[in-house]
Nanobody, 125 residues
Framework: QVQLVESGGGLVQAGDSLRLSCAAS????????MGWFRQAPGKEREFVAG????????SHADSVKGRFIISGDNAKNTVYLQMNSLKPEDTAVYYC??????????????????WGQGTQVTVSS
């Protein structure tokens, strides 16, 4: 069984930074891509950022572009999300996701096989 475990969430003020981490554990897990999604209360889960290991290519949602950066270590099946200039509207539960096979888009949650339990990020104004 593969488990994705997120860490790094917390309560911060607007303008602050946080770094989320996600590590895969369990049986041997070779991922094609990993991503970050978030879900705010009363809203649908939305794409934040994703990375394809084969090319190193990344994608970021327009709402976080220029503020958030996804990076990672494929050999360690670990992915990070550096979040800068946080805003109150960034408040949400952040989920890590992994895709074990090729996916044609990083932005669709349904393409991913594995999910973490989520970590809360709260940004106060």
């Amino acid at each position: 069984q593969v488990q994705l475990v997120e860490s790094g969430g917390g309560l911060v003020q607007a303008g602050d930074s946080l770094r989320l981490s996600c590590a895969a554990s369990g049986r041997a897990f070779s991922s094609y891509a990993m991503g970050w999604f978030r879900q705010a209360p009363g809203k649908e889960r939305e794409f934040v950022a994703g990375i394809r290991w084969s090319s190193g290519g990344t994608s970021h949602a327009d709402s976080v572009k220029g503020r958030f950066i996804i990076s990672g270590d494929n050999a360690k099946n670990t992915v990070y999300l550096q979040m800068n200039s946080l805003k109150p509207e960034d408040t949400a539960v952040y989920y890590c996701a992994g895709a074990s096979r090729y996916i044609n888009t990083l932005r669709a949650a349904t393409r991913y096989d594995y999910w973490g339990q989520g970590t809360q990020v709260t940004v106060s104004s």
